[in-house]
């Protein structure tokens, strides 16, 4: 029964945080169309793509919350990890996707409130962040260098 409760909770873990991590990825690169699009000139555009963000970010949340929870319980309920540095840098980099996904919620208010925070460009190189932290993790995960 262990087994295979450790099992599911690794699958669950795996596909809430990829699902999240597509949220991730997308989420910033509307953010880049946003940025282009003058609130103004181009109501319809503009009103659609922060529906979009909208409803995608409210998607997010619970995805982001089931693969904390599903990673919380395979740290602590399964002792995955306990201790090693592997796992404090993994667990670093979670902390800090977690402070991505609330910025872009604060990102996405400012849209909504038509105020311009940032440039396209800022949000070209702001929307590779996941993807950077990812191939941390995915790192830490399958390599286990300390």
């Not at 503009?46 to 949340?61: A, I, K, T």
């Not at 904390?68 to 540095?85: K, N, P, Q």
């Not at 996904?101 to 604060?106: F, K, N, Q, T």
């Amino acid at each position: 029964m262990g087994t295979n409760l450790y099992l599911w909770t690794k699958v669950l873990h795996i596909v809430m945080v990829t699902s999240w991590f597509a949220g991730l990825f997308y989420l910033p690169r509307i953010y880049v169309n946003l940025a282009q699009v003058d609130p103004k000139g181009s109501t319809a555009e503009y009103q659609r793509l922060v529906g979009m963000s909208q409803r995608l970010y409210r998607f997010m949340l619970p995805l982001a919350t089931l693969a904390v929870l599903t990673g919380l319980v395979l740290y602590v309920g399964f002792g995955i990890g306990m201790g090693a540095g592997w796992m404090h840098v993994k667990l670093a980099c979670v902390l800090l996707l977690i402070g991505y996904h609330h910025g872009c919620g604060r990102l996405l208010k400012k849209f909504a409130a038509e105020q311009r925070s940032h440039s396209e460009r800022w949000f070209r190189v702001f929307n590779e962040g996941p993807v950077i932290l990812l191939l941390i993790v995915v790192a830490m995960v399958i390599i286990k260098p300390f």
